[in-house]
């Protein structure tokens, strides 16, 4: 599993609190504000983490990834990539944009950089420019999303490309990770199920509204951000909104900036949220989440094992 990372929710506790339960945890640059944030937060991260495994040699934590925006509008790319070559951050997931000399930054440093995609023809650029490893944003993804099948994008990805590719859409279950890891999968790219954690930084709201909502009360706009992505129609609703009337925006001026106060109110006020929630009834620690999902991954694998045998 990796814990995706979450724009203004992903903070260094849920970060610490993933990788010391054995999956990939990750948080967005941009979350960290000012910049001088982030440089906090990679010291912490690294250290907690590098104290955990002192503690546990026998269970050593997962490693971290940072997310870094890749578009023309993010001032602060240079700088944060910077502060992520000063603590080696072991993974950067990139986003909007594929940059070979990102990638070799990275290389540089000997970390490696998985790049989210929603179709093939984005895949194959990203593997042209450096990228070591795709996730793929399949439809249901919470956030920005694509619109095209797990099956589809996973199929077209994999007749192509070996490396290392998790899959993005819809998983809050151990029986959607067996699901995606028999579609070719490498691992499962999980982000809308740790909103609704006691270490996450979202409001109690959020998180009960994830709790009490299924698929159906997901909707797929590009309003907010000039992207395409999935949002809670309670949230919506709660801004004055018709989920069922709304305009579209214009793509050309969408504008990630440095996680500035628009950027952030967007993302507080108006919830991202992916398919998958009907899988998600309380709001656990991260941990018991991940064992959670551990335990129903296994049960599923012995249910399937079981199936064949007879």
């Not at 006691?198 to 992207?227: C, H, M, P, R, W």
């Not at 709001?283 to 249910?303: G, T």
Request: proline content about 5%.
């Amino acid at each position: 599993m990796v814990g995706a990372p979450l724009f203004v929710i992903s903070n260094p506790e849920l970060v610490i609190a993933q990788c010391t339960s054995g999956i990939v945890g990750a948080f967005p640059a941009l979350n960290a504000r000012p910049v001088s944030q982030l440089d906090e937060w990679l010291h912490r991260i690294t250290e907690e983490l590098a104290a955990w495994d002192r503690m546990h040699p026998d269970q050593p934590a997962a490693p971290f990834a940072v997310n870094q925006i890749v578009h023309r509008t993010n001032g602060r790319l240079e700088q944060d990539l910077e502060l992520c070559a000063r603590w080696r951050v072991p993974v950067v997931i990139t986003s909007l944009g594929a940059r070979e000399d990102l990638n070799q930054a990275v290389h540089a440093w000997d970390g490696i950089t998985l790049h989210d995609v929603i179709n093939d023809r984005f895949a194959h650029k990203a593997i042209e420019k450096g990228a070591d490893g795709l996730i793929a944003v399949a439809a249901g993804a919470g956030g920005h999303a694509g619109t095209i099948s797990p099956f589809a994008l996973v199929q077209e990805i994999r007749a192509w490309f070996d490396g290392p590719l998790a899959l993005s859409g819809s998983i809050a279950s151990g029986r959607s990770i067996l699901s995606a890891i028999a579609m070719g999968a490498d691992l499962a790219y999980i982000g809308s199920a740790f909103i609704a954690t006691q270490e996450a930084n979202a409001a109690e709201a959020y998180k009960q509204s994830i709790v009490d909502s299924a698929a159906a009360d997901i909707v797929y706009t590009n309003l907010f951000t000039g992207v395409h992505g999935n949002y809670l129609n309670s949230s919506i609703i709660a801004a004055g909104l018709d989920p069922e009337q709304l305009p579209q925006s214009d793509p050309s001026k969408m504008d990630f900036g440095s996680g500035g106060s628009s950027a952030s109110k967007v993302w507080r006020d108006i919830w991202g949220c992916g398919q998958g929630i009907s899988a998600i009834h309380d709001v656990p620690s991260a941990s018991a989440l991940v064992a959670r999902l551990k335990a129903e991954y296994h049960a599923a694998k012995a249910d399937l094992d079981e199936r064949y045998r007879t």
